[in-house]
């Protein structure tokens, strides 16, 4: 944790000497319990909301481990991911990944250099083109999840088919919490 805030003190100010943290020391009693607080506080965590947010930590994971190991950038394997789903456009692609249309052709290019991707004369609108992924490419970051695919795919054969619909409706539920968090904005 940085030290502005374990201290309590804002980024690039020096906490003066008596805020420094030297031991673990409780928050002084509130007088009035919050109700977010009091709601967490009585909340009961059960064992398959342990293992959900188990899931979700491990999830964020997975991406900046996946790029490591396949010698991408975060954006780079995020770009990799949108073009398994399918082309898209040089602006377009940069508008899914939050950069700029110079940011965008910088990652085409870094992609196509490796073989990951190809640029092509768009199917119905010749002024345009679109970024393919190539066999390559795909075939490459398959090879890294596969071992994934192959677990989660046991997993789910093992359910019976009254199992399956009361893990995919805590499945739905859990995907709406998380919505909720993201806001309607979010795609």
Do not use: C, K
Not at 18 to 44: D, F, G, K
């Amino acid at each position: 944790m940085s030290d502005h805030l374990s201290t309590g003190t804002p980024p690039g100010s020096t906490p003066e000497p008596e805020s420094l943290p030297h031991e673990a020391v409780a928050p002084p009693p509130a007088t009035e319990e919050l109700p977010h607080t009091a709601y967490v506080a009585q909340w009961r965590q059960t064992d398959t909301l342990r293992a959900l947010r188990e899931l979700l930590a491990l999830s964020e994971q997975v991406a900046p481990v996946l790029a490591r190991r396949a010698d991408l950038g975060q954006t780079d394997l995020r770009a990799l991911e949108l073009l398994v789903e399918n082309p898209h456009g040089p602006v377009e692609l940069a508008n899914r990944l939050g950069v700029t249309s110079a940011a965008a052709s910088g990652i085409v290019d870094r992609m196509q250099a490796r073989g990951h991707v190809v640029r092509a004369p768009h199917p119905t609108d010749g002024r345009r083109t679109q970024v393919v992924l190539t066999q390559q490419g795909r075939e490459e970051l398959l090879g890294h999840l596969v071992p994934m695919f192959i677990l989660l795919a046991e997993v789910d054969s093992a359910l019976s088919e009254s199992d399956r619909v009361v893990v995919q409706r805590y499945l739905d539920g859990a995907i709406r919490a998380v919505r909720q968090v993201l806001g309607p904005d979010h795609p």
